[in-house]
C-alpha cells in the first residue's frame, strides 16, 4: 500500500488543522493506521492510531482530548483532526498502515512521505 499524507500548513497557536492520508490499493480497510510525527532534533514519536474497523483508537497523551483520529474506508483515507494546536505541534507528520493495531512504530510497515506542521506562537 502507498501512503500520501496532506494538510499540513502554518497555523497560530490555538488553531486547527485536519492531515489527510489517502492509500492506495484495495486493501486499506484491513490495515491499522497511526500518524507519527517528528520534530526537529527530536525523535519520532507516536501521536494517534486506529484500528482497522474504526472502533479503537490509541492516543498520545500530548493528544488525548485535542486530536481525534478517524478512517473513512470507502474513500481509503485516514484523517488526523488536530484541534487547540500549540507551538510545540510543530512537527513532520507521517501516516503509517500495518496489520496490528499498536501504538509501537515497528508495527507499521507502510509510511508515507509526511507533511509539515508549523505553529506559530
Known amino acids: 500500500v502507498q501512503l500520501q499524507a496532506s494538510g499540513g500548513g502554518l497555523v497560530q497557536t490555538g488553531g486547527s488543522l485536519r492531515l489527510s492520508c489517502a492509500a492506495s490499493?484495495?486493501?486499506?480497510?484491513?490495515?491499522?493506521m497511526g500518524w507519527f510525527c517528528q520534530a526537529p532534533g527530536k525523535e519520532r514519536e507516536f501521536v494517534a492510531s486506529i484500528g482497522w474497523s474504526g472502533g479503537s483508537t490509541y492516543y498520545a497523551d500530548s493528544a488525548k482530548g485535542r486530536f481525534t483520529i478517524s478512517r473513512d474506508n470507502a474513500k481509503n483515507t485516514a484523517y488526523l483532526q488536530m484541534n487547540s494546536l500549540k507551538p510545540e505541534d510543530t512537527a513532520v507528520y507521517y501516516c503509517a498502515a500495518g496489520w496490528v493495531h499498536s501504538r509501537k512504530q515497528s508495527e507499521y510497515s507502510y509510511w508515507g512521505q509526511g507533511t509539515v506542521v508549523t505553529v506559530s506562537s
Open positions: 490499493g484495495r486493501t486499506f480497510s484491513m490495515y491499522a
